[in-house]
């Protein structure tokens, strides 16, 4: 089961437009042999586009798709031997769970077919592998969500592809289901270590299931890094907004001070270019603390508990309201005055 094979892909400045629409403006990403990529942005950042480009059922305007080194653009889908799953890549509903699986290994050109017992004993596998070996006479529509997509990974995962591509594999299926089922991938990929790229818009799908996270925004990559990277020091305001829940200040950085409306407020500009700026802060990295302890000041609006924090709704002075969480034991209470201090903060231009 294990493939040994190596397998890199390497895209170089892929540039793809529909009609003046540019879908991918100059992206480059390089994904070592048996890592697992999540390719994550909002919708109609350009994942989907990249994703067929690299499976070989679209082509770009200009730019290189290198599979181990080679033109993969000069060959079709096929000879690429890519498996794919998609959010919507139904199974063939008149064929069971077993024949689902068997299908890719059926159609292949006689030369390499293998033979009845063979395909038999390699779908078995496969179903062992996904952990549904048990439903293996059912039908598509005896199954729930999750059973499909596994039973769909199973099936892409037939053919022994050298790259799995997983487009919102589990977009379809409800939280707790997605949860289960990321953690769950992330051993199987452990398990066989083929070369794959998994397209989610959900970042903590994201984090929790790759190695490393490529960040893409109106087709072009904004950070490439581990998921400890792009949460711990993401490269520009887009990536601090996207990823983790971000308060979003708009501030005027000017001979090292930093204002907010007219107030210099209490923090360093660090290397920020003076101009219109966004100060962005993690929720629960805004302390609170007495009025006058920190580098704004606001008053609590509204409270309530949020799992294991309870998020409060604070105006700052000023107008602005803000949204931070605090630990639940910390006492606020609405309308009184509170001090507001930055743990962490960081300042992009723009
Ligand atoms: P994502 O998967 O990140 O949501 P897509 O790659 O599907 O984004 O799409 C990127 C952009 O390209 C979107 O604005 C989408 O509308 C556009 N697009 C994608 N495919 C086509 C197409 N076949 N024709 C016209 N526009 C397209
Ligand atoms: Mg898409």
Known sequence: MRDKTQVTIEVKDLVKTFGSFKALDGVD????????????????????????????????????????????????????????????YALFRH?????????????????????????????KELLDLVQLD?????????????????????????????????????????????????????????????????????????????NRVVVMDKGRIEQVGSPDDV????????????????????????????????????LAAGGAAPGASKLFVRRHDM???PPGSGAFEGAVQHVRNFGPVQRAEIVLSGGKTIEIDAPRDKELRVGETVGLEPRRYRIFAG
Do not use: C
């Not at 769970?97 to 004993?121: T, W, Y």
């Not at 829940?245 to 005027?252: D, F, G, N, T, W």
């Open 29 to 88: 990403l390089k994904v070592d042999s048996g890592e697992l990529v999540a390719l994550l942005g909002p919708s109609g950042s350009g994942k989907t586009t990249l994703l067929r480009i690299v499976a070989g059922l679209d082509w770009p305007d200009a730019g290189e798709v290198l599979i181990n080194g080679e033109d993969a653009l000069a060959q079709g889908a096929r000879e690429r031997h890519v498996g794919f799953v998609f959010q919507h």
């Open 95 to 123: 064929m069971s769970v077993f024949e689902n699986v068997a299908f890719g290994l059926r159609v292949q050109p006689r030369a390499i077919r293998k033979d009845e017992a063979a395909i038999r004993a390699r779908v």
């Open 134 to 210: 048990w439903l293996s006479d059912r039908y598509p529509s005896q199954l729930s969500g999750g059973q499909r997509q596994r039973i769909a990974l199973a099936r892409a995962l037939a053919i022994e592809p050298r790259i799995l591509l997983l487009d919102e594999p589990f977009g379809a299926l409800d939280a707790k289901v997605r949860k289960e089922l990321r953690r769950w991938l992330r051993s199987l990929h452990h398990e066989i270590n083929v070369t794959s790229i998994f397209v989610t818009h959900d970042q903590e799908e994201a984090l929790e299931v790759a």
């Open 231 to 266: 949460y711990e020091s993401p490269a520009s305001a887009f990536v601090h907004g996207f990823i983790g829940e971000s308060i979003e200040l708009p501030v005027q950085v000017e001979g090292g001070v930093v204002r907010l409306g007219d107030r210099p407020l209490a």
């Open 287 to 289: 302390l609170v603390g």
